[in-house]
């Protein structure tokens, strides 16, 4: 796939609004890329969009490719006396990022600000922000009309349009829309020796939650988790190595805070990159946790690993990625998965 078209896919699903337990429009913007290129496409109780890739028959294997649709946003949860919106976050976010920002709110996407008390009129203390001080303005006259156009539960999301920036590409949710993206590359190439099943879950953001579903669902032989990472190499810190960086190529998990990788697909899938000229770089163990927390837990155990692109400023409204670290990925999974054989994971 040449770069303008997996760019034009990462730019469609990062302007699609999806947060957790709400992924329905990121399923309908998936869809089109899909059909036509696997045998099976259906949706679980879950929301779990499962597409099923047969197989050349060369290995008896079933294998688990996953990427998350949901992204972090808000949700409202109280109603101001003056047609404000209090709200709720689903997923982390940094309540620092928030005031001032533009949002959009429920299924017809209506605009809303959040807003904040006038910084002329701030006390000192009150210079950090903690979700509950803000309220989100839709214009509502009163009460009465902010309830009926967000009542309670109505979420809302970053207005974020992606568009190039430089020589990155800048876009709101590529936590997981870059994972999303490459998934839909993979499934679009060739079949591979072995049964492939991608499921872009729901909820991760709240608990890794679709993917235990989906998990059990497809009981597969191993997993490979893409995700959108940290790139927290900018800002530079003045000690300790950044969790990844932009440009360095797909970023392999040793462990985080939700599973510890198979070390035999670590060492398979790092074997793979180094001899196919990839580059890869490790994050940092013990940050972070992705739908491999839950998969490697399902049934007997799962093999699983989980395979990142570098993204700066994840669950912010804005995030920026190398085109090119993206591309690697697809490349790395690619690799990984045509020369995957069950002798890696056979357990001596
Ligand atoms: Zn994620």
Do not use: W
Request: hydrophobic share 40%.
């Amino acid at each position: 796939m040449n770069r303008d078209t997996l760019l034009e896919i990462l730019q469609t699903l990062s302007n699609t609004h999806g947060t957790s337990g709400d992924e329905i429009e990121v399923r309908r913007a998936l869809r089109p890329y899909l059909e036509g290129h696997v045998d099976s496409l259906r949706v679980d109780a879950m929301g779990n969009l499962i597409a099923h890739k047969r197989g050349a028959g060369t290995h008896a294997l079933r294998v688990l490719v996953t990427a998350h649709t949901d992204e972090v946003g808000l949700m409202v949860v109280d109603h101001t006396g003056d047609g404000g919106l209090k709200v709720e976050t689903t997923g982390s976010i940094d309540a620092r990022l928030l005031p001032g920002l533009e949002v959009r709110v429920g299924k017809d996407g209506l605009p809303g600000v959040i807003g904040l008390k006038a910084i002329h009129r701030a006390d000192d203390d009150e210079s950090v922000t903690a979700v509950e001080h803000l309220a989100v303005d839709i214009g509502a006259r009163d009460r009465d009309e902010a309830l009926e156009l967000a009542p309670i539960g109505t979420r809302m999301t970053f207005a974020t349009t992606a568009h190039p920036l430089g020589k990155l590409f800048a876009g709101k949710s590529f936590d997981d829309r870059a994972g999303c993206t490459a998934l839909v590359a993979l499934l679009q190439g060739e079949p591979l020796p072995f049964d492939l099943f991608g499921v872009f879950t729901v909820q991760e953001e709240v608990g890794l939650r679709g993917a235990r579903v989906a998990g059990y669902t497809v009981a597969p032989d191993a997993a490979f988790v893409l995700e959108g990472t940290i790139a927290d190499d900018l800002p530079k810190e003045e000690e300790g190595s950044p969790t990844s960086q932009v440009g360095k190529g797909p970023v392999v998990t040793v462990m985080d805070r939700s599973y510890i990788a198979d070390p035999r697909l670590v060492r398979y899938v790092v074997q793979v990159a180094e001899s196919a000229g990839i580059p890869y770089q490790f994050k940092q163990p013990g940050i972070g946790g992705t739908d491999a927390g839950t998969i490697h837990l399902t049934r007997e155990g799962v093999p699983s690993i989980t395979v990142a692109i570098p993204c700066r400023y994840i669950h912010g409204p804005i995030s920026l990625l190398d085109p090119q670290d993206l591309e690697h990925t697809i490349a790395l999974l690619r690799a990984a998965l045509e020369q995957l054989t069950p002798e890696v994971i056979r357990r001596s």
